[in-house]
């Protein structure tokens, strides 16, 4: 895809060369609050998955520019990009398995608290030779929805112990992925269970983390345990119990060949349909029929819409991470107008 022609900032947005990404900064601060304020009066904090959209400056936001709160991620390459732009508390959910991961955790250290999330002897293994000073461990526990973490609180027991014992960094606590929209319940479950168990054991869990895998957050209130302390989210700016999306991907009308079609300047290089097709956010009823590398196909009732060339379709993504990824730029709007772009600092962090 080639680059946009940039705009001068305070151009309206539907004025930028498309297709590009728009996130309402008005929308995304009101999400950020409201998200924040339905965990009060509980003892769980909000902890965003800034690997999500990949932005420092969103980060930002989300911490009130605290880079002492604690951020998630996904892997170290990630983690580098927050640490090298300044958040001092990042938690990593990928293992230190390997050299070139070691070797990253070290340079890491030197800059900002570490926290690995482990689930094997072997991942503990790598931390042999770390000193105490800016690391600490999670460990991840196994659920119906997550095939990956400690599968049984015996093997949970001797990892803690050998960690207690044998080593001098810290132990945090543990940590669940929810997966599904129906394993809330059951990673409740799995973590407060490993929790008692270690506690009967005289083995405390300071932290127990439910990483809910971008499912909206009004999935895990109702039924909240008041012993969990953390749930991370990576999509609570942009969207809040499925309602209005403060993040879009504008798009143009190229062509219209024939009445109840419209082809758009928007694919699968400018919105990610790996894990769900687009939805449209600007005309009710019309639907992304399917896309090509370059291109979109839009249908729609041509009784109730009258689409020309030109036209502006402003797309909903499936995932808002894989779609944030294939930008190196995003633009945040106010009042409809171009306020700031920002340059999305981890994309392509994979590692």
Known sequence: MERPTSKPIGHHYLGLDTPTVVVNTDLLKSNIKNAKSSLYGTSCKLIPNVGTHGTAEIA??????????PVFVDTF???????????????IESPPVGVGKVESLQRLVSTAHITVSLSSLAHLDFLKHFPMEN??????????????????????????????????????????????SDSLEESFKEIL?????????????NELLINTSNQPLSKAHPTLPSKITGL?????????NG?????SVVSTVMSTPEPGRA??????????????????????????????AEHGYLVFNSADINLKIGDKVLLRPANYSDTFNLYDFINLIKDDRLELVIETTARGAFK
């Open 77 to 91: 390459q990630q983690a580098q990009s927050f640490a090298n732009n300044g958040f001092k508390n990042i938690i």
């Open 135 to 180: 690391i600490s461990v999670l460990f991840r526990i196994r659920n119906k929805s997550d095939s990956v973490g400690i599968g049984t609180h015996q093997e949970l027991l001797e990892l803690v112990k050998l960690l207690v014992e044998h080593f001098t960094i810290y132990w945090k606590g543990l940590i669940t992925v929810s997966k599904g």
């Open 243 to 247: 309602s209005v999306s403060a993040c």
């Open 193 to 205: 269970s490993a929790e008692a168990f270690l506690q009967s054991h005289f083995f405390t869990s």
């Open 263 to 292: 082809y758009i300047d928007c694919g699968q290089k400018a919105i990610s349909i790996d894990r769900g097709i687009p939805s449209v956010v600007n005309y009710e009823n019309a639907l992304i029929e399917k896309m090509s």
């Open 232 to 240: 991370i989210s990576g999509n609570y700016p942009f969207e809040v």
């Open 60 to 69: 930002r936001y989300q911490t009130n520019s605290n880079h002492d709160l």
